[in-house]
T-cell receptor
């Protein structure tokens, strides 16, 4: 049982480059989300989706795009990487709305922007 | 003021000790509360939900105080394996349908 799978686990980018962080879940969860975690700041919500074809912005959406064409996949795109986007990124899913459901996290993607 | 505040620690305790963490939240309309555990360089995992009447899971007890807007986590008989960061998580009733995470309290249990 894979759960939530994120790729890549590590990535180094130069300022201005673009890339996509992949997230896939095999639990048929409707809810998926992306967080970033920085020292001393906790996890902050970037974007989320409550089902295929539906996405919305979280707390810190600037510089990131998402799409949800299938229930399983929720990729996060960095349009033009900046050093401020150096962080650990977590994808998470839930079988129901977050408020009452357990969040299942991927193992994280560690991104460094030079 | 942060929406969810935790003492970052670290809390250094010997094995067998009892340790308690508090977490305060800013929105009195919050309805759901959780404690997550995060090991070093790993993903967060749900430890337990926090119910209005308080709840217990083995050595772990969670309490909610709505009047003072804080939740607590008590760990009894600490084990080395309890060493981790404990994240306080609160639902904020906004259009984001999101849970808000505290920055975590680090616990180090020493032999």
């Amino acid at each position: 049982n894979a759960g939530v799978t994120q790729t890549p686990k590590f990535q180094v980018l130069k300022t201005g480059q673009s890339m996509t962080l992949q997230c896939a879940q095999d639990m048929n969860h409707e809810y998926m989300s992306w967080y970033r975690q920085d020292p001393g700041m906790g996890l902050r919500l970037i974007h989320y989706s409550v089902g295929a074809g539906i996405t919305d912005q979280g707390e810190v959406p600037n510089g990131y795009n998402v799409s949800r064409s299938t229930t399983e996949d929720f990729p996060l795109r960095l349009l033009s990487a900046a050093p401020s986007q150096t962080s650990v990124y977590f994808c998470a899913s839930s079988y129901r709305t977050q408020a009452t459901g357990e969040l299942f996290f991927g193992e994280g993607s560690r991104l460094t922007v030079l | 003021r942060k929406e969810v505040e935790q003492d970052p620690g670290p809390f250094n305790v010997p094995e067998g000790a009892t340790v308690a963490f508090n977490c305060t939240y800013s929105n009195s309309a919050s309805q759901s509360f959780f404690w997550y555990r995060q090991d070093c360089r790993k993903e967060p995992k749900l430890l337990m939900s926090v119910y209005s009447s308080g709840n217990e899971d083995g050595r772990f007890t969670a309490q909610l105080n709505r009047a003072s807007q804080y939740i607590s986590l008590l760990i009894r008989d600490s084990k080395l394996s309890d060493s981790a960061t404990y994240l306080c998580v609160v639902n904020f009733p906004t259009g984001r349908r999101a849970l808000t995470f505290g920055s975590g309290t680090r616990l180090q249990v020493q032999p």
